[in-house]
């Protein structure tokens, strides 16, 4: 007879006192941060290794998870950063011809505490409604304190408003991405500074591929330093954490506004982009999660369908061109907007050789909508690098005229 192992118990404890009861996923014990939830049927390898997800327990609202089981490959980090994990029914046994290994072996090995058999869908409605909100996941010995003794405990910790956590996932080390190790096989064609914030492992690869050198630095790299690279461009990678924290990133961008340099930003790169020119950011209800969020490009009326993982947004105008408050930056407008709740999806500097958007158009595992922005900013330094050029030749020539 085959012997069956009996579930370990584990709570799920919301801020608000509602709770929810299942069995453990992963490993046992006690994990806090700020509950969430993300639409994505697909992708919860990815999901779980993106940097931006630090401190945060994830809820899966696809129903069966750990289905395709994990590997190295499509990992986005080193490592897991979600803080807990929240599912419906996970797989007994993962089937895929890539699988490497079970994702509950995976949690376990990584420390990762998880729940699974609760209703994820009531759980996204009562986040829906309420926001997403502080949360503990206990289990084993942990789920046998008194619920009040749990829900203290999940009180007591920060909340993710003021939380500066950009120097705690981003790489320690700077490091380049050749061109030539994407399948490049022709000269390469710009060198870039990126800052790395929470970068996904995805976007050095979508630059490379295009034919672009890559210097990733850690987030407290000063602005002297990067330019001593001499880069042709400037990015900004996504992360965690409030961007109202982000001070020195802020003045980072803006001394390379200053300088000229062309600059793109993705998600927190948007809110840094905004915060430089001087817009506030604020904290959305309970964020944009997944793989299926409409987005409109205001330039083209076209609609893309993106992935996203945010839980702050940029508060500018919607209708402009309107005059940076950093009045030196000239004019900006909201390139792109959310279709689900007018929420800044892009920013588009019309004075200066800037753009940035909240959302993710590396998307790893898709959809790929939005991959058309990485040609952008290459066609942004181009051009920018052609009107220097032609400035030189006009100076030079009235320089010869004059004598």
């Known amino acids: 007879m085959r012997e069956t192992t009996m579930p370990v118990q584990a709570l799920l404890v919301l801020e608000d006192g509602r709770t929810f009861r299942g069995s453990s996923y992963g490993a046992q014990g006690t994990t806090l941060g700020e509950a969430v939830f993300t639409t994505g049927m697909t992708g919860y390898q990815e999901t779980l290794t993106d940097p931006s997800y630090a401190r945060q327990l994830i809820v899966q609202t696809a129903p069966h998870i750990g289905n395709t089981g994990v590997n190295q490959a499509d990992n986005e980090s080193a490592k897991i950063w979600a803080a807990g994990y929240i599912v419906r029914d996970a797989a007994r046994r993962p089937s895929n011809w890539r699988s490497e290994g079970t994702?509950?072996?995976?949690?376990?090995?990584?420390?990762i505490v998880g729940i699974q058999g609760v209703d994820t869908r009531a759980i996204t409605r009562h986040l829906r409604e309420r926001g997403s909100m502080k949360a503990g996941i206990f289990s084993?010995?942990?789920a046998a304190r008194s619920e009040a003794e749990m829900l203290a405990e999940v009180k007591a910790q920060p909340s993710m408003a003021g939380l500066r956590l950009a120097e705690?996932?981003?790489?320690?080390?700077a490091y380049v991405v050749e061109p030539a190790d994407h399948g490049w096989t022709g000269e390469t064609l710009f060198t870039i500074v990126a800052l790395d914030l929470g970068m996904k492992a995805m976007t050095p690869a979508r630059f490379a591929e295009r034919g672009v050198r890559l210097h990733v630095l850690p987030a407290s790299t000063s602005f002297e330093d990067a330019m001593a690279l001499n880069p042709d461009g400037v990015f900004i990678s996504?992360?965690?954490g409030d961007p109202a924290t982000a001070d020195a990133q802020v003045a980072f961008v803006r001394a390379f506004l200053d300088a000229g340099v062309?600059?793109?930003?993705?998600?927190?790169?948007?809110?840094?982009?905004?915060?430089?020119?001087?817009?506030?950011?604020?904290?959305?209800?309970?964020?944009?999660?997944?793989?299926?969020?409409?987005?409109?490009d205001r330039s083209t009326?076209?609609?893309e369908i993106t992935s996203q993982n945010h839980g702050f947004a940029v508060d500018a105008p919607l209708e402009g061109p309107?005059?940076?408050?950093?009045?030196?930056?000239?004019?900006?407008?909201?390139?792109?907007?959310?279709?689900?709740?007018?929420?800044?999806?892009?920013?588009?500097?019309?004075?200066?050789?800037?753009?940035?958007?909240?959302?993710?158009?590396?998307?790893?595992?898709?959809?790929?909508?939005?991959a058309y922005l990485f040609d952008r900013f290459i066609n942004l330094m181009t051009n920018y690098q052609g009107a220097q050029s032609q400035s030189a030749a006009s100076q030079s020539t009235q320089s010869q005229e004059d004598k």
């Open 103 to 111: 994702l509950d072996a995976e949690l376990i090995s990584q420390g």
């Open 322 to 370: 309107t005059q940076a408050p950093e009045e030196r930056f000239g004019r900006v407008e909201v390139s792109h907007i959310s279709l689900n709740d007018q929420v800044v999806e892009g920013l588009s500097c019309r004075d200066i050789p800037a753009f940035s958007v909240q959302y993710h158009p590396e998307a790893a595992a898709g959809p790929h909508d939005a």
């Open 168 to 173: 705690e996932v981003s790489t320690k080390e």
């Open 140 to 142: 084993g010995e942990a």
């Open 238 to 240: 996504n992360g965690p």
């Open 301 to 303: 009326g076209k609609v």
């Open 262 to 296: 062309p600059y793109f930003g993705i998600c927190f790169g948007n809110q840094i982009l905004g915060r430089a020119l001087g817009f506030g950011t604020y904290k959305l209800r309970y964020g944009h999660r997944g793989m299926n969020q409409p987005v409109m």
